[in-house]
Every structure is written in C-alpha cells, then in structure tokens.
C-alpha cells in the first residue's frame, strides 16, 4: 500500500527514537540514565489535580467549544496581560491539544504549497516537519554558537525571499536554552515588519529562567508587532503537565478563526477535563513552579561545572529551559567515532547513558541532554560519559 508522500518525507524524532532506545535498554535490565527527556521531573501540583477531579466529579465530561472553554481563554488573556501588557480578547486565543498541535495547526492555516518558513538552527525537531507537512519549505539558517546560537537581523533580513511568509522565533529556546534580548528582539521584529512577515514566537519555556534576565515576548514591544505575532505557549513545562497536553495560541483574529475552525475538523475540543486542570495552573497560587525553577537553576550549575571539565567537550551556560547543548566535536575526533550519532550510539550501548545527537537539532557537532533528573544521577551520568571518551582516546 502506498503512503501519502507528505508522510514519506517525514524525519523522526530524534528524541524519540533515543527516548524508545533507552527504554527497551531499561526494561531489559539494563542501568539507563536517560538525558533525552524533555519534561519535568515533578509532579503535576496537588491543587491542579484537584481542579481536574473536581471538574470530572461535577459532570464537566463533555465536548467544549473547539477553541476550548471561555473560562480558560480568559484566564490565559489575563496571563498575557499579567505577564507581558498584553492584550488580547478571547477570540483572540485558541486553546489546543498541546503547544506542539498549536504550531502545527498555525502552520496549516498560515502556510500553502512553496511558502518559506525561516527556521534559526538549532531548532527544536519538529518545526521542519510541521512546516513540511503544510506543504511549505523550511529554510534554515545558522546561529552561530559564538552568538549563543542566536538568529541576527542581519541574517533574517538576508535569508527573505519573496516566497517568505513567517520566521520562528524560540526564547527560551530548546535545544540551546538561549534567550534573546529585548534589543534583539526589536532589530528582528524590525525586518519582520519591513517585509511583513508572521512572527511564529514559541514560549513554552518562558518561565524556565535562570538568570536575573526576564523573558521578552516580542509581541510586547510594540503594537504593530503584537499583530506580527503569533505566541505559542502552554502549561506543559511551566506547570509540569506534560501529559496534560494543554497549549495555546495567541493572535490575529482571523488567524485564531482559520486554526479554530481547522481544529473543529481534526482534533475537536482539546480534553474538557485538562482545561479545567489548566484553568487551575492559571488562576491559583504558583509555588510549585518557583521550587521547581529554584530546583532546575542548582542542576544546571551543577551539571555544567562538570560537562565543562569533560575531554573534548565545550558547552555554552543556557539561561532558560532545562537543557545543555555541549559542543563535542573534538571528542569525536579523539573517540574515532564517525559522528555524533555513532558517538551517542556507542554511549548508550556501552554505557547507558542516553542523550540527543544534535543532528536532529540542526548541529552535527552537538549533543542535547536534559538535566531535570536527580543530581546523584547527573554526577553518575557525567562519570560514565568521562570514563567513555577516555576509553575511547586510549584505544
């Protein structure tokens, strides 16, 4: 049987193919610390579970409006205006099966066939495939690592062609864990105007920081580039709902109609029960997020003084989210290794240490690793990968 060929061209996710590899490792017996995981280690806040219970106790089991409940919509207005003088009416808002459903829904309202979608490498894996999907055409372009990774508006401004039609734009950004200054955030939002193009900010980690910097929506430096922009955020990080899958888009309302109207079509209402759950996340006290937070900035310190003294490994120190992404280059070389997939290949066969090629990231000289795990585990896991590259020189 013949696949679609929007299926065929699909690249998998990295993270998951690593994630499933170290899991069959696990079951098997195996002593697996796994590096690749993209969600918090905590639990879903007490108060947050019992919104949901409360809501499934008091019959609120059914369909909802498709772009979810009102209650909610307005809650997370009053967010944008509590967190960055936004403001936006509920009509304004789509709630949706997750933040990864809201890009994809965005992308295929906004994109048709050929449409360019600059893409800032590294890049999270699946915007490249969402844009693909939507018969549009990612077009990616470097920050370079001495930038922290970061896009410049001299760059954005050289990769617009006339078939450009949105830029995405990732603070914090995973895989790097890099932020963008408000005065960054201007100069490109500057070119975005100039050439009218969509402003796709993803801001699922907006409240992951670790440095006295705070997070700049873009769309809150001017009035022109709150109508430029379409925020994507979500409860999944912020709140440790992962499984929830709760996120929503923020924008034009003509864009929000188009995605509405789509999703009446694929999904339906995101799960009734986790709104109500998100309701909760949004409108009750918030401690659990800062112990969380508070917990994330002691691993990172602590992960990174080690990372950095590993062989051949440099690494940039993020500022927000809950990743490193080390340059190892030089320890593929000195390993023999063919790359870095083979590198992180070996690593999880001969080790059980499990992390992310940067391939799937747009940058073959790196590696993703999560540090939301006890810092026992990291220290062990920061051993066997030290014990690994020096085996590996001796040979």
Same mark, same amino acid.
């Given at each position: 049987?013949?696949?679609?060929?929007?299926?065929? #061209?699909?690249?998998?996710?990295? #993270?998951?193919? !690593?994630?499933?590899?170290?899991?069959?490792?696990? $079951?098997?017996?195996?002593?697996?610390?796994?590096?690749?995981?993209?969600?918090?280690?905590?639990?879903?806040?007490?108060?947050?579970?019992?919104?949901?219970?409360?809501?499934?106790?008091?019959?609120?089991?059914?369909?909802?409006?498709?772009?979810?409940?009102?209650?909610?919509?307005?809650? !997370?207005?009053?967010?944008? &205006?509590?967190?960055?003088?936004?403001?936006?009416?509920?009509?304004?808002?789509?709630?949706?099966?997750?933040?990864?459903?809201?890009?994809?829904?965005?992308?295929?309202?906004?994109?048709?066939?050929? =449409?360019?979608?600059?893409?800032?490498?590294?890049?999270?894996?699946?915007?490249?495939?969402?844009?693909?999907?939507?018969?549009?055409?990612?077009?990616?372009? +470097?920050?370079?690592?001495?930038?922290?990774?970061?896009?410049?508006?001299?760059?954005? $401004?050289?990769?617009?062609?006339?078939?450009?039609?949105?830029?995405?734009?990732?603070?914090?950004?995973?895989?790097?864990?890099?932020?963008?200054?408000?005065?960054?955030?201007?100069?490109?939002?500057?070119?975005?105007?100039?050439?009218?193009?969509?402003?796709?900010?993803?801001?699922?980690? $907006?409240?992951?920081?670790?440095?006295?910097?705070?997070?700049?929506?873009?769309?809150?430096?001017?009035?022109?580039?709150?109508?430029? #922009?379409?925020?994507?955020?979500?409860?999944?990080?912020?709140?440790?709902?992962?499984?929830?899958?709760?996120?929503?888009?923020?924008?034009?309302?003509? !864009?929000?109609?188009?995605?509405?109207?789509?999703?009446?079509?694929?999904?339906?209402?995101?799960?009734?029960?986790?709104?109500?759950?998100? &309701?909760?996340?949004?409108?009750?006290?918030?401690?659990?997020?800062?112990?969380?937070?508070?917990?994330?900035?002691? +691993?990172?310190?602590?992960?990174?003084?080690?990372? #950095?003294?590993?062989?051949?490994?440099?690494?940039?120190?993020?500022?927000?989210?809950?990743? &490193?992404?080390?340059?190892?280059?030089?320890?593929?070389?000195?390993?023999?290794? $063919?790359?870095?997939?083979?590198?992180?290949?070996?690593?999880?066969?001969?080790?059980?240490?499990?992390?992310?090629?940067?391939?799937?990231?747009?940058?073959?000289?790196?590696?993703?690793?999560?540090?939301?795990?006890?810092? =026992?585990? &990291?220290?062990?896991?920061? +051993?066997?990968?030290?014990?690994?590259?020096?085996?590996?020189?001796?040979?």
């Amino acid at each position: 049987m013949k696949l679609a060929n929007r299926v065929q #061209t699909l690249t998998p996710s990295a #993270t998951l193919a !690593i994630t499933a590899k170290a899991k069959a490792l696990k $079951e098997a017996g195996h002593d697996v610390i796994g590096l690749g995981a993209g969600e918090p280690d905590f639990d879903t806040p007490d108060y947050i579970i019992d919104a949901a219970e409360k809501a499934m106790r008091q019959g609120l089991t059914r369909y909802t409006p498709a772009g979810g409940i009102l209650p909610l919509r307005e809650a !997370i207005a009053a967010k944008m &205006l509590r967190d960055h003088q936004l403001n936006y009416e509920t009509d304004q808002i789509i709630v949706t099966t997750g933040a990864k459903h809201a890009l994809y829904t965005l992308f295929q309202v906004i994109l048709n066939k050929g =449409d360019e979608v600059i893409v800032p490498s590294p890049y999270w894996v699946s915007y490249p495939e969402q844009i693909k999907l939507a018969e549009g055409t990612p077009v990616f372009v +470097r920050g370079e690592e001495t930038n922290q990774f970061k896009l410049t508006a001299a760059q954005l $401004e050289s990769a617009i062609t006339d078939k450009t039609r949105a830029v995405i734009i990732n603070s914090p950004s995973n895989p790097t864990g890099m932020m963008y200054s408000k005065e960054e955030l201007l100069a490109l939002g500057e070119v975005c105007i100039k050439h009218n193009i969509i402003i796709v900010s993803d801001e699922i980690y $907006e409240k992951l920081l670790y440095t006295d910097r705070e997070h700049v929506s873009i769309a809150s430096l001017s009035e022109q580039l709150q109508k430029q #922009t379409v925020v994507i955020n979500g409860v999944s990080k912020s709140h440790a709902m992962t499984g929830w899958r709760i996120g929503y888009a923020c924008g034009r309302k003509t !864009i929000i109609k188009a995605m509405t109207n789509l999703a009446s079509h694929s999904t339906s209402n995101p799960t009734t029960i986790s709104q109500y759950a998100a &309701l909760a996340a949004y409108t009750e006290n918030e401690s659990t997020l800062k112990q969380m937070v508070a917990s994330f900035s002691e +691993r990172l310190d602590y992960t990174y003084e080690l990372i #950095t003294q590993l062989p051949g490994v440099t690494c940039v120190k993020p500022q927000g989210a809950f990743y &490193l992404f080390p340059n190892v280059k030089e320890a593929i070389t000195m390993t023999g290794f $063919e790359d870095v997939g083979a590198f992180a290949t070996a690593l999880l066969e001969e080790e059980q240490v499990a992390l992310v090629p940067g391939t799937g990231f747009g940058a073959p000289d790196n590696v993703r690793l999560s540090y939301v795990i006890e810092p =026992d585990q &990291l220290a062990e896991a920061m +051993r066997r990968i030290d014990q690994f590259i020096k085996r590996h020189t001796e040979i």
